[in-house]
């Protein structure tokens, strides 16, 4: 995603979806805006940080040094977080994290450690969705359940609740076949599509191909039925 302010395009893009967030009057009521922000942070924060950290865990231990000489070998938010990413997710609603750099000639296997390398961000998101679910089952079930935003336990619930959605949306969004998110290096590698002259063109142009989707709310429409679904899952363990 570093790619992305490298091409005014993109950029031109970005701003265009700033722009339509505050038309939307999404800002409207700037104490409400703040609160629900405040309540999905820790889900954020603690999604993108475990994410990055898993490419730079699973490059590490397949033989590239690359990611602990960057000091990518951490749980530290401060490691992964790029701040304008970040604050581009709050504003726009969508965003994205420091990419983990890795030199694959390190790799015994090139092709199946970079697979491997480009699932185990979603694969840790998926995990963490896991672990939240069971978390706030166990919190509903010593707490009670409180949906409200009246008081600190219900503001706890969704803060719990909001860490599982979150790692679910960076798991699925993660996953779609486009540049430069881990789906398309999933399927580069399990394809082999490097070979094909179409395969850099796209890559090249990824970044302004993923915004103009999500302009054109092709990515909501793939993602939210998806998501739904998975919330529905977990809400078979939190739910009491």
């Known amino acids: 995603m570093n790619r992305l302010f490298g091409n005014p ?58 990611p602990k000489l960057q000091n990518r070998l951490t749980i530290n938010p401060a490691a992964h977080i ?18 983990v750099e890795i030199n694959p000639r390190n790799f015994k296997n090139m092709r199946r450690d970079e697979f491997i390398v480009s699932i185990a961000g979603v694969v840790m998101n998926l995990l963490l969705a ?5 978390i706030l089952a166990v919190y509903f079930r010593t707490v009670g359940l409180y949906w409200g935003m009246g ?34 290096n999933v399927v580069t590698e399990l394809f082999d599509l490097r070979k094909y002259d179409w395969w ?7 970044s302004i191909i993923l915004i103009g989707l999500i302009l054109l709310n092709f990515t909501d429409r ?8 998975l919330m529905t899952l977990a809400g078979l363990i939190f739910m009491p």
């Open 200 to 206: 850099y063109t796209i890559y090249q142009y990824g």
């Open 151 to 184: 008081d600190m336990k219900s503001i706890i619930g969704l803060v719990l609740y909001y860490c599982i959605y979150i790692n679910f949306v960076l798991m699925v969004f993660n996953l779609l076949p486009i540049p430069p998110l881990d789906g398309f």
């Open 9 to 66: 395009v993109a950029v031109m893009l970005l701003l265009f979806m700033a722009y339509s967030s505050f038309r939307s009057g999404a800002f409207n009521d700037p104490k409400t805006w703040l609160m629900q922000e405040l309540i999905i942070l820790p889900g954020i924060i603690v999604g993108l940080s475990f994410h990055e950290y898993a490419h730079a865990l699973a490059a590490y231990k397949l033989g590239d040094i690359t």
């Open 82 to 99: 790029d701040p304008v990413g970040f604050i581009a997710l709050l504003f726009v609603g969508f965003g994205w994290g420091r990419p």
């Open 222 to 229: 793939i993602m939210t039925p998806i998501l739904e679904h």
């Open 130 to 134: 896991i672990i939240f679910s069971v």
